[in-house]
């Protein structure tokens, strides 16, 4: 009970205890043993469903949550995206249809624009975003 | 070869009733008394692997199981040491192994609990020279003989770890909450695949830390590895005076390490008894005394 409160605390706080931090990287690290996929590939993976979600749908991405949990048959992803609205108009899907390559640099501009391009080592972006925006913007133009 | 059998009989150690491992042994009889062969293993080094045997190994015995213990640590011989029994080690595995002595003479037996038996590893060697065929043999051997035959695991995954599982059919995990922990129990725990079943003792916990929020707990840790549980041992103080003694703490009546131990391995019996939980450390002195400043 008292553990529950002072975790509740700690959420208000922003800072949650080292032992959900531990969790957390232990849950994406076998993840990524698991799948044989490196962290920054998970992330991006993870990206882009919100990029493509995004497309047709305004999501509410800071209470969203895309994690990865074991099933009996394996490794399951779970996604749990809360949509604001509908896009008010058709999302531009004939340019991906004419021109791929071009559609996917948007994207990745649209994501660099935002700060999340951090992630090429595993980090997840919410909740550092604001933090490392400033970092984001230097380590944009290498990619 | 003569002086030195002369030199490892302790002079008030009594025989050792094994057979001798020429001796053919009727083959039904053998079959139906085979023991379980449990290899002690957990990747991560450090987290009480060598400990977790050589306790487990003594409440087995002190059950009135015949036990015998390998330490497969080829290079890094320790499970003597735990033991106690360092001084009285004369052959090694690869004594037996390539022949220079008889599985007979290099075992050792303990004194405080009879039923218990001890074959050291080699320490001025290197894993690789342990055949993983004659180790499978070897268990195989003491199978016959042994209700037990409990292998402690070098650190890693490499030659050694799978010697150490070569001629197990069943493994005991341990696992402290920490993260590279967790993580190399996942990767062992795969290694062993579906022929050798896995349990889990977790070590090291702290409750008081758990409380905080500052340690995994064994309930975080077992969400990953969803492992039966064998039971969760305390990081208590008592373990560190045990190993200083060379007195294993599963010995000790009044400790309550020793009694988590006798109740994992009545567990490994069979027997119905509840996985043991870290115990409590901190009473309402303790805080009081550590709020005083009376202990870091």
């Known amino acids: 009970m008292l553990n529950r ?11 949650p205890s ?22 920054d590939v998970i992330e991006a993976m993870r990206r882009d469903i919100f990029d493509v979600i995004s497309r047709y749908v305004e999501v509410d991405e800071a209470h969203s949550d895309v994690s990865f949990e074991h099933k009996e048959q394996g490794i399951a992803m779970l996604a749990n995206i809360p949509i604001l609205s509908l896009r008010a ?17 948007s994207v990745l501009e649209t994501v660099s624009v935002n700060g999340h391009k951090t992630d090429n080592y595993g980090r997840r972006p919410r909740k550092r975003r604001r933090r490392k925006a400033s970092g984001a913007s230097q380590t944009a133009p290498a990619q | 070869m003569e002086t030195q059998r002369v030199v490892n009989e302790p002079i008030e150690s009594p025989q050792i009733e094994i057979h001798a491992p020429a001796a053919p042994v009727d083959t039904q009889k053998k079959a139906k008394t085979r023991g379980r062969a449990i290899v002690v293993t957990s990747g991560k080094g450090g ?6 045997t050589a306790n487990l190994g003594v409440a087995l015995a002190a059950r009135g199981a015949r036990v015998v213990l390998i330490d497969a640590d080829v290079g890094l011989r320790n499970l003597d040491l735990v033991l106690g029994l360092e001084s009285r080690v004369r052959f090694h595995v690869l004594d037996v192994l390539e022949g220079r ?14 039923s218990l038996y001890l074959l050291a590893a080699a320490q001025n060697r290197e894993k690789d020279d342990v055949a993983t065929d004659a180790m499978l043999a070897l268990v195989e051997q003491l199978r016959g003989d042994f209700d037990y035959v409990l292998i402690d695991s070098p650190a890693g995954i490499e030659m050694g770890f799978k010697n150490a599982i070569a001629g197990a059919d069943e493994a005991i995990v341990v696992c402290t909450p920490e993260v590279a922990a967790v993580r190399d129990v996942d990767r062992v725990v795969g290694l062993l695949g579906n022929r050798i079943n896995a349990q889990l003792v ?25 492992l039966p549980l064998l039971g969760v041992l305390g990081d ?8 200083n003694r060379g007195e294993p ?13 006798r109740a994992i391995a009545a567990r490994i019996a069979g027997e119905d008894v509840a996985a043991p939980q870290a115990s409590e450390p901190e009473g309402f002195l303790d805080k009081l005394g550590s709020f005083f400043g009376g202990r870091r």
């Open chain 1, 5 to 15: 409160v002072m975790e509740w605390f700690r959420r208000m706080l922003g800072t």
């Open chain 1, 18 to 39: 080292s032992s959900s931090v531990a969790k957390e990287r232990l849950r994406l690290v076998l993840l990524s043993d698991h799948l044989a996929l490196a962290p």
């Open chain 1, 89 to 105: 108009r058709e999302p531009d899907l004939g340019i991906s249809e004419e021109s791929p390559p071009k559609e996917e640099t």
């Open chain 2, 47 to 52: 987290v009480g692997k060598t400990t977790t």
């Open chain 2, 101 to 114: 002595t008889t599985l007979a003479d290099a075992l050792v037996r303990d004194k405080r609990v009879p």
């Open chain 2, 202 to 226: 977790v070590n090291r916990i702290r409750p008081a830390l758990v409380r905080k929020g500052k340690m995994l707990s064994v309930q975080d840790v077992n969400a990953i590895l969803r």
């Open chain 2, 236 to 243: 208590a103080p008592d373990v560190i005076v045990s190993t």
């Open chain 2, 249 to 261: 703490v599963a010995l000790d009546e009044a400790s309550a390490t020793g009694a988590a131990y």
